[in-house]
């Protein structure tokens, strides 16, 4: 746990300083806390506590004597800062796409609810149909949200993007719009079926994009190509179970600002724990 706290927040520093001109604005001189100890108590919240802010700022007080906000205070200063956590996941992914030999890449997204359906009627958190959504693969209804992930074949995330649960996921696709070296290609199930968008994003970004083929597609792949969608697809299950396994039964936010705040943390940290950090 140490060495991984460690890693993150040099980690986190190094693409901090690198990536402040762009974004950042002058450091306060009365502020208790960097940028960098913010995100990283926050990812240490998302590894090793469930996403439990006090929790994770306990630990960075007590064995690294970091100073200690309340916890209003720690969310302004977090929240504040969710522009650069984007920067800084682009700017990772980035770097892992640039390192990463392999030529392939799976598309996939998985439902997280804010809360049961009897209890859709009370939430808070969310209003409107628009998060009313149904995921195919475990044919349930849920209502929340959709988080589009791009991973590389080993099933690290390079790219996320998070969506109302109503909106298909090819409406995620297009959103999204990763950004891959040339030459690569995306692998995507059926639910991402467009012809149209698929010649563009071959004519645009010079990779390939291989979406499952319904029996009655209009467009239907030869055996080989069905065989290499179906293969490389099955590490992006797994992961999902993997990545979901880090959430608590309830994810506590107040809005839905934190919500989606709290699953890009949940991202991040898997990311960064399947690169070894």
Known sequence: MREQTVAMYCLLDDFINAARPSWARPADKRRHLSDAEILTTALVAARFFGGNWCQAQHYMTQHWGMNKLDKSGFGRHLHRLQEALLVLFAAFGQRLKDLDTSAHYVIDSFPVAVCHNTRIGRCKLLTGNAYRGRCASKRCWFYGFKVQLVCTAEGVPVDCYVHAGSEADIVGLRALSPQLPEGRVLYA????????????????SGCQLLVARKCNSKRPHDPAQA????????????????????FPKKIHAVTAEGFVLKLILFVFVHALAQSGY
């Open 189 to 204: 199930d059926a639910g991402y079926t467009d012809y149209t968008y698929e010649d563009l994003f071959t004519e645009a």
């Open 227 to 246: 065989y290499l969608i179906q293969h490389y697809r099955k590490n992006i299950e797994t992961q999902f179970s993997v990545l979901t396994g880090r």
